[in-house]
């Protein structure tokens, strides 16, 4: 009996050939297998949303959320195996990242997901054609090439989406160490606290001179009290942001030097006659304001008033 029916599968082997394509092309293989997935993919969907909770992946969501993100990877899945392009996936791969990763998702359970899909769809392949392992072999070396190119989409453009998450985050919060602030018309303000290096010093420059071309100012406290130490390439970038400032029409007032930084700028060779110093951020703000023609007289209420 086991004899006849190897003899069968023998015979069958041939017509199986014919119809299903030892001869067929990579291509037709994928449509069929295309054809295959769509038919079943409401089982598959949802075996996958399954495995990704059994998995404890994306625990930042919740059931019906993944389902949800589950269907339209899904689709996406099929559409690359059938058209070849990953354009539309690489979209929804970088629509998703930026809506999961302020949740923290992170690029190992992205990648879990995808590679869990791969396995359920795998699955179904083998369960289709194990009657026949040639035909299999075919379908999976059709499949396996797609399979890995959309795992690469998915999980490059999760990682560029989250590095550009993570730069603009990184760029807000510099912009914050170092804000430029407007005390009143032409007069800014900018308060560095911390410590200064070069890439700093050169954003500091960026945002000051943004600052005084966005306000028209006329003149600039620079006020680097919580500034421990400066070495001397942070002290040429200082005086290049007062020299460039200035030929944006604003005088720099710098105030807040600490005595070991004034000792520094001595020694290093720092051209202070291009430097404006005053002792502190008061003193700083009254210059500022002499200079733009303002004055402060007394009331008979003894109260201060600031005139022009």
């Given at each position: 009996?086991?004899?006849?029916?190897?003899?069968?599968?023998?015979?069958?082997?041939?017509?199986?050939?014919?119809?299903?394509?030892?001869?067929?092309?990579?291509?037709?293989?994928?449509?069929?297998?295309?054809?295959?997935?769509?038919?079943?993919?409401?089982?598959?969907?949802?075996?996958?949303?399954?495995?990704?909770?059994?998995?404890?992946?994306?625990?930042?969501?919740?059931?019906?959320?993944?389902?949800?993100?589950?269907?339209?990877?899904?689709?996406?899945?099929?559409?690359?195996?059938?058209?070849?392009?990953?354009?539309?996936?690489?979209?929804?791969?970088?629509?998703?990242?930026?809506?999961?990763?302020?949740?923290?998702?992170?690029?190992?359970?992205?990648?879990?997901?995808?590679?869990?899909?791969?396995?359920?769809?795998?699955?179904?392949?083998?369960?289709?054609?194990?009657?026949?392992?040639?035909?299999?072999?075919?379908?999976?070396?059709?499949?396996?090439?797609?399979?890995?190119?959309?795992?690469?989409?998915?999980?490059?453009?999760?990682?560029?989406?989250?590095?550009?998450?993570?730069?603009?985050?990184?760029?807000?919060?510099?912009?914050?160490?170092?804000?430029?602030?407007?005390?009143?018309?032409?007069?800014?303000?900018?308060?560095?606290?911390?410590?200064?290096?070069?890439?700093?010093?050169?954003?500091?420059?960026?945002?000051?001179?943004?600052?005084?071309?966005?306000?028209?100012?006329?003149?600039?406290?620079?006020?680097?009290?919580?500034?421990?130490?400066?070495?001397?390439?942070?002290?040429?970038?200082?005086?290049?942001?007062?020299?460039?400032?200035?030929?944006?029409?604003?005088?720099?007032?710098?105030?807040?030097?600490?005595?070991?930084?004034?000792?520094?700028?001595?020694?290093?060779?720092?051209?202070l006659s291009k430097v404006n110093a005053v002792g502190d951020l008061q003193g700083g703000i009254e210059e500022a304001e002499r200079l733009l023609g303002y004055e402060v007289t007394v009331r008979t209420d003894a109260t201060a008033e600031l005139i022009r």
């Amino acid at each position: 009996m086991a004899e006849r029916r190897r003899a069968a599968r023998r015979a069958r082997r041939p017509a199986a050939t014919a119809a299903g394509g030892g001869g067929e092309s990579s291509a037709s293989l994928l449509r069929e297998l295309v054809a295959h997935l769509r038919r079943n993919r409401t089982v598959l969907r949802e075996e996958w949303a399954r495995r990704i909770t059994d998995a404890k992946l994306l625990t930042a969501m919740t059931s019906d959320e993944i389902f949800a993100e589950a269907t339209s990877v899904y689709d996406n899945y099929i559409e690359v195996l059938e058209t070849g392009s990953v354009e539309a996936l690489q979209d929804y791969a970088r629509n998703l990242s930026e809506r999961i990763i302020p949740r923290g998702v992170e690029t190992d359970e992205v990648l879990g997901i995808v590679l869990l899909l791969r396995d359920v769809l795998a699955r179904s392949l083998f369960e289709k054609y194990q009657s026949d392992f040639d035909l299999l072999n075919r379908v999976l070396d059709a499949y396996e090439p797609a399979a890995n190119r959309i795992a690469n989409t998915v999980g490059v453009s999760f990682v560029q989406e989250r590095e550009r998450i993570i730069r603009q985050q990184q760029e807000a919060i510099r912009e914050l160490s170092t804000p430029v602030l407007q005390v009143r018309e032409r007069l800014l303000i900018l308060p560095i606290i911390g410590v200064l290096d070069s890439q700093r010093a050169r954003q500091v420059t960026e945002q000051l001179l943004r600052g005084i071309r966005t306000n028209r100012a006329k003149v600039v406290v620079i006020d680097i009290t919580g500034v421990p130490t400066i070495d001397q390439t942070v002290a040429n970038n200082l005086v290049q942001t007062v020299e460039a400032s200035r030929l944006m029409g604003a005088s720099v007032i710098i105030t807040g030097l600490s005595s070991e930084i004034a000792q520094t700028l001595v020694t290093i060779g720092v051209d202070l006659s291009k430097v404006n110093a005053v002792g502190d951020l008061q003193g700083g703000i009254e210059e500022a304001e002499r200079l733009l023609g303002y004055e402060v007289t007394v009331r008979t209420d003894a109260t201060a008033e600031l005139i022009r």
